[in-house]
């Protein structure tokens, strides 16, 4: 499906990806080149196939609803681009 | 000192283990290389003295008698995978600069076993290529040349960077990921052995996450007894990746019999592709009269959806990508961009700065077939033929043990070709794809030369879990193939 410049800003959007003009321009062209390819799997009949969750054939292992690890937050902060009184630290966002 | 380094893994242990030699002189011989190959730029972050000072703590534990599978190895490690106190950036932009505060399972597996650590390897952006030319920090040269020619060739993605470190002799063997053959194709192009291991074998916690239902981490080696030395190292049950299945780690070495007597292989007919290189043909054909002669019985098998492995593959992986890369947004690790002040303008200027191309295109693809009203029409239909292609398997080896089938479509090719159309480039992972999507175990092992010179794959495909009929077999394809050719750029 041949996509246009406002969807890709949409899409942008969505990703959180700042794209200019020049770049949302290639990307009309490249991102509906890959979704026109990838349309051919319209050809194959799934009715009634179940869509895969997990190659491996296993119930998803339970534990105990107790802590195994933490007490860590200067291992948590330690590569934190800002970080103050044991936060992380952002823009304002709330007035 | 180039003898030292031009061991495989297993005789540098055998050698270790008699004594004949310290883990501290293999470590220098190692480091040395790593230092003769900057040129290849294989290497993100070499760690000589930390592998100094590992070298020298084996030695001591030998001292004692207290020495592991891989006792004082000198190993490189792919930068996905996360090492504590080393820097760790999946070769992007916005992890520059990440020294983690843990290890990732199997690289504590690995030192545990006494390996040592040479250094972190370049690879492909978030393991995202299949050329190495996406990495920030600028492609891994192949230490391979088409004969008579010096133009620079691609080591594969998107574990090029272990692949060339392998091949070039500065590493006895590294580990690799593979999510659609981003062990096995770089391996093939490198002239080296790559295993991608069953899904579940090998832990993922650690390892930088890029599709998380297809990553799988492996061993690159110079041989298959080293593939099964390094696997078994390698591979545990991990209760920290819920995906990770509890079943023991047979000693893969001992698989390796040399005897494939009655063994069944696979030919899969929709693995002839139209416009296929003769000489990966050839190749293959020698693969099969190899097989038979030492008694293994071919048989014909048909895996029907094979042609629309890779269009799955292509929402799937990014799909996972979208949501896998969503962590890296400026405000816990790494690179931060503020923007103009507001926090949507931080994470979208951090990721628009932080991302290259490849990776950018992948997390919209990923965004647009997850995205309200596309979720169905893409990403569950994937999701379905996904299902019908590990079938296809599942039913094939119902009449055979494995599959036998080329590794790439091609040699390496130059380093630029193929950078501006997306799609060719996809087409790379057509022969290792599928395998991946089924969760299945594959081997690449170098077979022979290109009428150019250069190393070429065959690929082996085996049941779940069964590791050790794969290198079975891998071991009497490589004994017959004898593929004992050097690349023409050696680091020692």
Known sequence: MAIDKATVHGIAKLARIKIDEAEAESLVGELSNILDWVEQLGQVDTEGVRPMTSVVEMRLPLRADAMTDGGKPDDVLRNAPEAAHGFFVVPKVVE | ?492
């Open chain 2, 1 to 492: 000192m180039s003898d030292l380094t031009r061991m495989e893994l297993s005789e540098a242990r055998d050698l270790l283990t008699r004594k004949s030699l310290s883990a501290k002189e293999l470590t220098e011989a190692h480091i040395a290389a790593v230092e003769a190959a900057r040129p290849l730029n294989a290497f993100v972050t070499e760690t000589p003295e930390k592998a100094l000072a590992m070298a020298e703590a084996s030695d001591a534990r030998r001292a004692k008698g207290e020495v592991g599978l891989l006792d004082g190895l000198p190993l490189a490690i792919k930068d996905l995978f996360c090492t504590e106190g080393v820097q760790t950036t999946a070769s992007s932009h916005i992890l520059e600069g990440f020294v983690p505060t843990y290890e990732a399972t199997v690289t504590a597996n690995l030192w545990r076993e006494g390996a040592v650590l040479l250094g972190k390897t370049n690879m492909d952006e978030f393991a995202m290529g299949s050329s190495n030319m996406t990495s920030h920090f600028g492609g891994v040269e192949n230490p391979w040349h088409r004969a008579g020619s010096n133009q620079k060739l691609v080591p594969g993605g998107s574990s090029g960077g272990s692949a060339a470190a392998v091949a070039a002799r500065c590493a006895l063997a590294a580990t690799g990921t593979d999510t659609g053959g981003s062990i096995r194709q770089p391996a093939a192009f490198a002239g080296v052995v790559g295993l991608k291991p069953t899904y579940g074998r090998c832990s993922r916690w650690g390892v930088v996450a890029f599709a998380s239902s297809l990553d799988q981490p492996g061993p690159m080696t110079r041989s298959v007894r080293d593939a099964a030395l390094m696997l078994r190292a390698m591979a545990s049950y991990d209760p920290k990746d819920s995906t990770s299945v509890d079943r023991g780690v047979p000693d893969y070495e001992a698989a390796l019999t040399g005897e494939v007597k009655g063994l069944r292989i696979g030919v899969p007919k929709e693995y002839r592709v139209e416009g296929m290189p003769p000489e990966i043909d050839r190749l293959w054909q020698q693969g099969m009269d190899w097989l038979t002669a030492a008694g293994a019985e071919l048989r014909e098998v048909s895996l029907p959806h094979t042609k629309y492995a890779l269009p799955t593959y292509y929402i799937i992986a990014p799909a996972e990508a979208s949501s896998n890369l969503a962590r890296y947004d400026g405000v816990r690790y790494g690179l931060r961009e503020p923007g103009d002040g507001t926090l949507t303008d931080l994470y979208e200027s951090t990721r628009a700065a932080g991302f290259g191309a490849e990776v950018k295109r992948r997390l919209l693809i990923g965004t647009y077939v997850l995205s309200a009203g596309y979720y169905d029409a893409y990403y569950n239909k994937a999701r379905q033929v996904r299902s019908l292609i590990a079938r296809d398997f599942t039913e094939s080896f119902n009449e055979v043990d494995l599959l036998l089938t080329p590794t790439a479509p091609s040699a390496a090719f130059a380093m630029g070709e193929k950078m501006d159309d997306p799609l060719a480039m996809y087409l790379n992972d057509v022969f290792t794809v599928p395998a991946s999507l089924a969760g299945l175990p594959g081997i690449s092992l170098p077979a022979g030369p290109s009428d150019e010179g250069l190393p070429l794959g065959l690929q082996l495909i085996g049941r779940a879990f069964d590791e050790e009929t794969l290198l079975r077999a891998a071991g009497v394809l490589e004994t017959a193939a004898g593929f004992d050719s050097l690349p023409s750029f050696l680091a020692a």
